[in-house]
Each structure stands twice: as C-alpha cells, then as structure tokens.
C-alpha cells in the first residue's frame, strides 16, 4: 500500500481514500497511519470499490485509482498520467509491459497513445502492454458500470476514444498473489 500512496501524494492528491472491508484491521490501520481516509464497505468488484471511494467528489474533479498490492515505477507516474487528460481524454491509463499480460488487463494502443481497446484478462493476450494505474475526472464515475470489471467500462469508453495511454515502465510487479509476491527479490520485499 505505501508503494501506491507515496505515488499519488507526488501527484499531488488532496484527499487519499482507501477502500477496504471493515474485517481487514490491519488495512485499516495501516491506512490510518499514512494520513489515508478509510472508506469502508463491502464492494463485489473493483468498479464497485472505486465508485464507493469516489463518492462525493465534484464532477470536475480528478479521480486516480491505484492498486496496494502492485510495484511500479517512477514515483512521479500518476503526475503523468493526470498530465494526459484532456484533449477529449476524460480517462488517461498508466501503460506498463509485463511477462505475465494473462494476469491483467492488457492495453490496445492507436496514434497519438490513444487506447483503442481494454481486453479482460485475456487468454491469449495480443501484446504484453498492459494497464496498471489510472487518473480520470469524476463525471466518467457515472459511466462505470459497478458489476462490471472495471476494464470493461474502460474498454467501452476507449472504442468512444475517451482514453489515453502513458507509457511509465517496464516495471510492473503484481505481488496480489503468494506466487507473485515468492518470485520478488529480499530487497523488494
């Protein structure tokens, strides 16, 4: 979690929110340590966690979604990614390649770093450019679909040519997973 939080303060983010279930203690007071707003429910997907989160938000304001249990690179990614919206871009992606796209949501890319499309953890992925964080403006929340995964509406928002694309690295760890979090180095631990 300090991973995601130390990007969006060099965003900067003016409030930081995080969603968990009210069972997880530890998340919430770890949360709480960092000077995060706990916002607590019992969300069935992302889409649904993120719009929990969002509640209360004006329309004009710029929303960024992050995952706690994700390594990337650089510590300044979500300032580029807000930097991308605009131009008709309500919803702009942090890009990252990765050897395991099947894990994740992978990217489609046209000109300019428009994403073209958001495939679903796909079976057969068609490139390994996968989307890791987000920044979009709070009038799209209105958009999400909640029982939705949240590439879904993604994917129906960038085929209207709402989103853009920021390539950050090459650096993506999803350590959600025992397996994941096994293969990391000590020092990344």
Known sequence: MDYVLERMRAAPCADIRVVTRPEKTDVVAHAEAQDATVVLGSPQSVAESFLLGARGADADDILLLGFPDTIWEPPDGFAQVVAALGEGADVA?????TAEPERCDVALLGEGGRVTRVLV??????????????????????????????GTSFDRLSREGRVAGVFLSAEYTDIGTKEALARLSPGQR
């Open 93 to 97: 992606l942090g890009l990252f390649t």
């Open 121 to 150: 953890k796909p079976l057969s992925p068609p490139s390994e450019v996968i989307w890791g964080c987000a920044a979009l403006r709070a009038r799209v929340g209105a958009d999400l679909a909640p029982a939705d995964e949240l």
